[in-house]
Protein backbone atom coordinates (compact mmCIF):
# COMPACT_ATOMS: atom_id res chain seq x y z
CA UNK A 1 0.00 0.00 0.00
CA UNK A 2 1.11 3.19 -0.83
CA UNK A 3 2.15 5.66 2.30
CA UNK A 4 1.20 9.27 2.45
CA UNK A 5 2.49 12.15 3.45
CA UNK A 6 1.05 15.78 4.29
CA UNK A 7 4.24 17.19 3.63
CA UNK A 8 5.88 15.86 -0.33
CA UNK A 9 7.56 18.96 -1.04
CA UNK A 10 9.63 18.24 2.22
CA UNK A 11 10.72 15.06 1.20
CA UNK A 12 11.37 15.85 -2.51
CA UNK A 13 13.69 18.82 -1.55
CA UNK A 14 15.35 16.85 1.18
CA UNK A 15 18.80 14.73 0.26
CA UNK A 16 18.48 12.73 3.48
CA UNK A 17 15.58 11.40 1.44
CA UNK A 18 17.09 9.21 -1.00
CA UNK A 19 14.99 8.42 -3.87
CA UNK A 20 16.23 4.12 -3.76
CA UNK A 21 13.88 2.40 -5.89
CA UNK A 22 11.17 2.93 -8.35
CA UNK A 23 8.50 0.58 -8.65
CA UNK A 24 7.03 1.51 -12.12
CA UNK A 25 3.43 -1.04 -11.05
CA UNK A 26 2.77 1.81 -9.07
CA UNK A 27 4.58 4.92 -10.13
CA UNK A 28 5.85 5.06 -7.09
CA UNK A 29 9.52 6.46 -5.63
CA UNK A 30 10.61 4.69 -2.74
CA UNK A 31 12.74 6.73 -0.32
CA UNK A 32 15.29 5.46 2.42
CA UNK A 33 16.19 8.57 4.82
CA UNK A 34 19.99 7.88 4.59
CA UNK A 35 22.63 10.16 6.28
CA UNK A 36 25.72 11.24 4.57
CA UNK A 37 27.41 9.10 7.22
CA UNK A 38 25.42 6.13 5.88
CA UNK A 39 25.96 6.86 2.23
CA UNK A 40 29.36 7.08 3.43
CA UNK A 41 29.89 3.45 5.07
CA UNK A 42 27.64 1.32 2.66
CA UNK A 43 29.78 -0.56 -0.09
CA UNK A 44 26.95 0.38 -2.87
CA UNK A 45 23.84 1.97 -1.74
CA UNK A 46 21.52 -1.35 -2.36
CA UNK A 47 19.29 -2.91 0.15
CA UNK A 48 22.17 -5.87 0.96
CA UNK A 49 24.46 -2.74 2.18
CA UNK A 50 21.99 -0.63 3.96
CA UNK A 51 20.37 -0.65 7.38
CA UNK A 52 17.07 -2.49 7.65
CA UNK A 53 15.85 0.15 9.96
CA UNK A 54 15.91 3.00 7.87
CA UNK A 55 13.16 5.32 7.67
CA UNK A 56 10.66 4.87 4.36
CA UNK A 57 8.17 6.38 2.61
CA UNK A 58 6.41 5.36 -1.02
CA UNK A 59 5.13 8.69 -2.85
CA UNK A 60 3.69 8.77 -5.99
CA UNK A 61 6.10 9.71 -8.69
CA UNK A 62 3.92 12.69 -10.40
CA UNK A 63 3.58 14.48 -6.96
CA UNK A 64 7.51 13.80 -5.99
CA UNK A 65 8.36 15.67 -9.46
CA UNK A 66 5.81 18.27 -8.90
CA UNK A 67 7.31 19.33 -5.78
CA UNK A 68 10.83 18.49 -6.34
CA UNK A 69 14.43 21.00 -6.22
CA UNK A 70 16.07 22.19 -9.08
CA UNK A 71 18.79 19.37 -9.80
CA UNK A 72 22.53 20.05 -8.58
CA UNK A 73 25.13 19.60 -11.32
CA UNK A 74 25.55 16.20 -12.30
CA UNK A 75 28.79 13.86 -13.61
CA UNK A 76 28.88 10.15 -13.94
CA UNK A 77 31.56 7.59 -13.77
CA UNK A 78 30.53 4.82 -15.88
CA UNK A 79 32.56 1.37 -15.65
CA UNK A 80 32.71 -2.27 -17.15
CA UNK A 81 33.63 -3.85 -13.46
CA UNK A 82 36.29 -5.14 -11.24
CA UNK A 83 38.05 -1.50 -12.26
CA UNK A 84 38.38 0.20 -8.71
CA UNK A 85 35.23 2.36 -9.54
CA UNK A 86 33.37 2.24 -6.17
CA UNK A 87 37.20 3.58 -5.39
CA UNK A 88 36.35 6.24 -7.39
CA UNK A 89 32.92 7.28 -5.96
CA UNK A 90 34.16 7.04 -2.55
CA UNK A 91 37.28 9.41 -3.04
CA UNK A 92 34.39 11.95 -3.99
CA UNK A 93 32.89 12.01 -0.78
CA UNK A 94 34.30 15.27 -0.35
CA UNK A 95 32.37 17.45 2.03
CA UNK A 96 31.14 21.08 0.13
CA UNK A 97 32.59 20.11 -2.79
CA UNK A 98 30.74 16.61 -4.45
CA UNK A 99 29.43 13.60 -3.10
CA UNK A 100 29.62 9.90 -5.08
CA UNK A 101 26.58 7.92 -5.42
CA UNK A 102 27.68 4.57 -5.77
CA UNK A 103 25.60 1.90 -7.37
CA UNK A 104 21.49 3.89 -7.06
CA UNK A 105 19.34 0.93 -7.58
CA UNK A 106 17.11 3.50 -9.78
CA UNK A 107 18.74 2.53 -12.75
CA UNK A 108 18.63 -1.08 -11.87
CA UNK A 109 14.85 -1.03 -11.77
CA UNK A 110 14.63 0.68 -15.08
CA UNK A 111 16.58 -1.83 -16.68
CA UNK A 112 14.65 -4.49 -15.44
CA UNK A 113 11.26 -2.84 -16.57
CA UNK A 114 12.27 -2.50 -20.33
CA UNK A 115 13.55 -5.91 -20.03
CA UNK A 116 9.70 -6.75 -18.87
CA UNK A 117 8.65 -4.84 -21.94
CA UNK A 118 8.81 -1.12 -20.79
CA UNK A 119 8.58 1.13 -23.06
CA UNK A 120 11.23 3.58 -24.69
CA UNK A 121 9.24 6.86 -23.68
CA UNK A 122 8.29 5.16 -20.44
CA UNK A 123 12.00 4.17 -19.95
CA UNK A 124 13.26 7.76 -21.02
CA UNK A 125 10.61 9.14 -18.19
CA UNK A 126 11.95 7.20 -15.33
CA UNK A 127 15.35 7.91 -16.26
CA UNK A 128 15.04 11.76 -16.54
CA UNK A 129 12.84 11.66 -13.18
CA UNK A 130 15.62 9.60 -11.56
CA UNK A 131 18.28 11.80 -12.22
CA UNK A 132 16.67 15.01 -10.85
CA UNK A 133 16.36 13.21 -7.85
CA UNK A 134 19.72 12.07 -7.68
CA UNK A 135 21.03 15.11 -8.00
CA UNK A 136 20.09 16.84 -4.63
CA UNK A 137 23.62 17.44 -2.64
CA UNK A 138 24.04 17.07 0.84
CA UNK A 139 24.94 20.49 1.05
CA UNK A 140 24.43 23.68 -1.11
CA UNK A 141 27.45 24.21 -3.55
CA UNK A 142 27.75 20.25 -3.92
CA UNK A 143 28.13 18.56 -7.53
CA UNK A 144 26.56 14.82 -7.51
CA UNK A 145 28.66 12.30 -8.85
CA UNK A 146 27.15 9.72 -9.81
CA UNK A 147 28.20 5.75 -10.41
CA UNK A 148 25.28 3.47 -11.68
CA UNK A 149 25.95 -0.06 -12.01
CA UNK A 150 27.20 -1.35 -14.92
CA UNK A 151 24.27 -3.13 -15.75
CA UNK A 152 22.68 0.37 -16.51
CA UNK A 153 25.55 0.89 -19.50
CA UNK A 154 23.20 0.56 -21.79
CA UNK A 155 21.00 3.75 -20.74
CA UNK A 156 24.59 5.57 -20.11
CA UNK A 157 24.54 7.57 -23.90
CA UNK A 158 20.88 8.64 -23.14
CA UNK A 159 22.01 10.26 -20.03
CA UNK A 160 24.40 12.45 -21.48
CA UNK A 161 22.27 13.03 -24.10
CA UNK A 162 19.37 14.13 -21.07
CA UNK A 163 21.32 16.12 -19.30
CA UNK A 164 24.10 17.98 -22.09
CA UNK A 165 25.99 19.84 -18.85
CA UNK A 166 27.06 16.65 -17.54
CA UNK A 167 30.55 14.81 -18.13
CA UNK A 168 31.45 11.44 -17.50
CA UNK A 169 34.50 9.50 -16.99
CA UNK A 170 34.45 5.48 -18.61
CA UNK A 171 36.58 3.29 -16.27
CA UNK A 172 37.91 0.32 -17.37
CA UNK A 173 40.07 -2.56 -15.92
CA UNK A 174 43.08 -3.85 -18.79
CA UNK A 175 41.84 -7.18 -20.13
CA UNK A 176 43.96 -9.25 -17.99
CA UNK A 177 43.19 -7.60 -14.97
CA UNK A 178 39.42 -8.14 -15.40
CA UNK A 179 40.00 -11.30 -16.06
CA UNK A 180 42.22 -11.99 -12.95
CA UNK A 181 39.24 -10.40 -10.87
CA UNK A 182 36.84 -12.77 -12.35
CA UNK A 183 38.97 -16.06 -11.70
CA UNK A 184 39.08 -14.87 -8.09
CA UNK A 185 35.71 -14.86 -7.21
CA UNK A 186 35.27 -18.26 -8.34
CA UNK A 187 32.25 -20.05 -9.10
CA UNK A 188 30.27 -16.69 -8.74
CA UNK A 189 32.30 -14.58 -10.94
CA UNK A 190 32.15 -16.74 -13.76
CA UNK A 191 28.15 -17.08 -12.94
CA UNK A 192 28.23 -13.48 -13.22
CA UNK A 193 30.10 -13.32 -16.76
CA UNK A 194 26.98 -15.34 -17.95
CA UNK A 195 24.07 -13.39 -16.41
CA UNK A 196 25.99 -10.09 -17.66
CA UNK A 197 26.25 -11.80 -21.51
CA UNK A 198 22.70 -12.42 -21.05
CA UNK A 199 21.74 -9.07 -20.58
CA UNK A 200 24.08 -7.44 -22.48
CA UNK A 201 22.37 -9.54 -25.53
CA UNK A 202 19.57 -8.30 -24.51
CA UNK A 203 20.85 -4.57 -24.91
CA UNK A 204 21.84 -5.29 -28.37
CA UNK A 205 25.62 -4.94 -27.54
CA UNK A 206 26.94 -7.45 -29.40
CA UNK A 207 27.92 -7.89 -32.78
CA UNK A 208 30.91 -10.23 -32.75
CA UNK A 209 29.13 -12.21 -35.18
CA UNK A 210 28.61 -14.80 -32.67
CA UNK A 211 25.29 -16.55 -32.42
CA UNK A 212 23.80 -18.73 -29.12
CA UNK A 213 25.26 -21.78 -29.96
CA UNK A 214 28.97 -20.07 -30.61
CA UNK A 215 28.38 -18.75 -26.88
CA UNK A 216 27.45 -22.18 -25.43
CA UNK A 217 30.42 -23.47 -26.68
CA UNK A 218 32.67 -20.85 -25.13
CA UNK A 219 35.24 -20.73 -21.73
CA UNK A 220 33.84 -19.17 -19.01
CA UNK A 221 37.01 -16.37 -19.30
CA UNK A 222 35.80 -16.26 -23.52
CA UNK A 223 32.19 -15.45 -21.91
CA UNK A 224 33.97 -12.67 -19.51
CA UNK A 225 36.27 -11.10 -22.10
CA UNK A 226 32.98 -11.04 -24.37
CA UNK A 227 31.45 -9.19 -22.04
CA UNK A 228 34.13 -7.20 -21.50
CA UNK A 229 34.56 -6.62 -25.23
CA UNK A 230 31.22 -5.40 -25.67
CA UNK A 231 31.47 -2.44 -22.96
CA UNK A 232 34.64 -1.63 -24.55
CA UNK A 233 33.00 -1.19 -27.97
CA UNK A 234 30.27 1.24 -26.68
CA UNK A 235 32.82 2.88 -24.08
CA UNK A 236 34.38 3.73 -27.54
CA UNK A 237 30.99 4.84 -29.62
CA UNK A 238 30.13 6.99 -26.38
CA UNK A 239 33.73 9.22 -26.34
CA UNK A 240 33.19 9.39 -30.18
CA UNK A 241 29.53 10.95 -30.19
CA UNK A 242 30.37 13.11 -26.94
CA UNK A 243 34.05 14.37 -27.78
CA UNK A 244 36.51 14.48 -25.20
CA UNK A 245 35.24 18.13 -23.89
CA UNK A 246 32.55 15.41 -21.90
CA UNK A 247 33.80 12.34 -22.10
CA UNK A 248 37.43 10.67 -21.27
CA UNK A 249 38.63 7.29 -20.47
CA UNK A 250 40.93 5.34 -17.60
CA UNK A 251 42.38 2.57 -17.10
CA UNK A 252 42.30 1.00 -13.71
CA UNK A 253 45.90 0.55 -13.25
CA UNK A 254 46.81 4.26 -14.59
CA UNK A 255 44.71 5.34 -11.61
CA UNK A 256 46.22 2.94 -8.99
CA UNK A 257 49.38 4.15 -10.34
CA UNK A 258 48.47 7.90 -10.45
CA UNK A 259 45.92 9.06 -8.11
CA UNK A 260 46.66 12.42 -7.05
CA UNK A 261 46.74 13.18 -11.19
CA UNK A 262 43.93 11.32 -11.61
CA UNK A 263 41.83 13.50 -8.86
CA UNK A 264 42.96 16.67 -10.25
CA UNK A 265 42.08 15.74 -14.23
CA UNK A 266 38.74 14.48 -12.43
CA UNK A 267 38.52 17.42 -10.56
CA UNK A 268 39.07 19.54 -14.17
CA UNK A 269 37.07 17.34 -16.10
CA UNK A 270 33.66 17.62 -13.68
CA UNK A 271 34.41 21.76 -12.80
CA UNK A 272 35.46 20.98 -9.57
CA UNK A 273 37.05 23.37 -7.18
CA UNK A 274 40.32 21.33 -5.55
CA UNK A 275 42.99 22.65 -4.17
CA UNK A 276 46.41 20.28 -3.38
CA UNK A 277 45.93 19.99 -0.29
CA UNK A 278 42.08 18.31 -0.52
CA UNK A 279 43.63 15.77 -3.87
CA UNK A 280 46.83 15.34 -1.07
CA UNK A 281 43.73 13.99 1.95
CA UNK A 282 41.90 12.28 -0.32
CA UNK A 283 44.76 10.34 -2.10
CA UNK A 284 45.77 9.34 1.69
CA UNK A 285 42.54 8.84 3.14
CA UNK A 286 40.43 5.73 3.55
CA UNK A 287 39.13 5.08 -0.43
CA UNK A 288 43.13 4.69 -1.83
CA UNK A 289 44.10 2.76 1.64
CA UNK A 290 41.22 0.48 2.00
CA UNK A 291 39.50 -2.11 0.06
CA UNK A 292 36.52 -1.19 -1.18
CA UNK A 293 33.99 -3.82 -0.55
CA UNK A 294 35.78 -5.20 2.76
CA UNK A 295 37.28 -2.33 4.49
CA UNK A 296 40.84 -3.95 5.61
CA UNK A 297 44.11 -2.13 4.42
CA UNK A 298 44.29 -2.89 1.06
CA UNK A 299 46.71 -0.29 -0.86
CA UNK A 300 48.44 -0.51 -4.66
CA UNK A 301 50.98 -2.71 -3.13
CA UNK A 302 48.91 -5.59 -1.36
CA UNK A 303 46.60 -5.22 -5.23
CA UNK A 304 49.44 -5.62 -7.17
CA UNK A 305 50.65 -8.51 -4.74
CA UNK A 306 47.22 -10.13 -5.65
CA UNK A 307 47.24 -9.28 -8.90
CA UNK A 308 50.49 -11.33 -9.62
CA UNK A 309 49.04 -14.55 -7.09
CA UNK A 310 46.64 -14.82 -10.11
CA UNK A 311 48.67 -14.49 -12.77
CA UNK A 312 50.86 -17.48 -11.22
CA UNK A 313 47.56 -19.56 -11.08
CA UNK A 314 46.02 -18.33 -14.37
CA UNK A 315 48.40 -17.29 -16.57
CA UNK A 316 48.02 -19.30 -19.50
CA UNK A 317 44.17 -19.87 -19.55
CA UNK A 318 44.27 -15.89 -19.29
CA UNK A 319 46.90 -15.48 -22.07
CA UNK A 320 45.06 -17.64 -24.24
CA UNK A 321 41.88 -15.71 -24.05
CA UNK A 322 43.42 -12.30 -24.06
CA UNK A 323 45.01 -13.09 -27.51
CA UNK A 324 42.12 -15.03 -28.67
CA UNK A 325 39.78 -11.65 -27.44
CA UNK A 326 42.31 -9.16 -29.63
CA UNK A 327 41.41 -11.18 -32.75
CA UNK A 328 37.85 -11.07 -31.92
CA UNK A 329 38.35 -7.18 -31.20
CA UNK A 330 40.39 -7.00 -34.73
CA UNK A 331 37.75 -8.77 -36.49
CA UNK A 332 35.15 -6.24 -35.19
CA UNK A 333 37.23 -3.33 -35.54
CA UNK A 334 37.35 -2.66 -31.34
CA UNK A 335 40.46 -0.91 -30.63
CA UNK A 336 41.13 -2.56 -27.57
CA UNK A 337 42.69 0.70 -26.27
CA UNK A 338 40.03 3.15 -25.76
CA UNK A 339 40.31 6.84 -26.98
CA UNK A 340 39.81 10.03 -24.95
CA UNK A 341 42.52 9.11 -22.11
CA UNK A 342 42.07 11.11 -19.39
CA UNK A 343 46.01 10.79 -18.65
CA UNK A 344 48.79 8.88 -20.16
CA UNK A 345 49.17 5.68 -18.81
CA UNK A 346 52.51 4.58 -16.33
CA UNK A 347 55.55 3.76 -18.14
Not at 78 to 93: G, K, P, Q
Not at 103 to 132: C, H, M, S, V, Y
Not at 209 to 220: E, H, S
Not at 332 to 344: N, R, T
Request: proline share 7%.
Amino acid sequence: MMALNPDIARVAQDPLWFAHRYDPGHDAVHFLRLPREVHRAATFITDEYLPSDAAKLVLHRPAVMAAAAPPAPLHFIFHSAFCCSTLLARAFDIEGVAMGLKEPPWFNDLFGWKQRGGTAREIAAGLDDGLKLLARPFAPGETVVIKPSNIANAFAPAMLTMRPHARALLLHAPLAAYLGSIVRKGMWGRLWVRDLLVKQLGDGLHDFGFGPADYLGQTDLQIAAMGWLAQHALFARMAKAFGQARVRTLDSETLVAQPAETMRALAALFDLRLADAQVAAVVAGPAFATHSKFGQVFGAEARAAEQANTAALYRDEIDKVAAWTAAVAASAGVSMMPPAALLSSPA
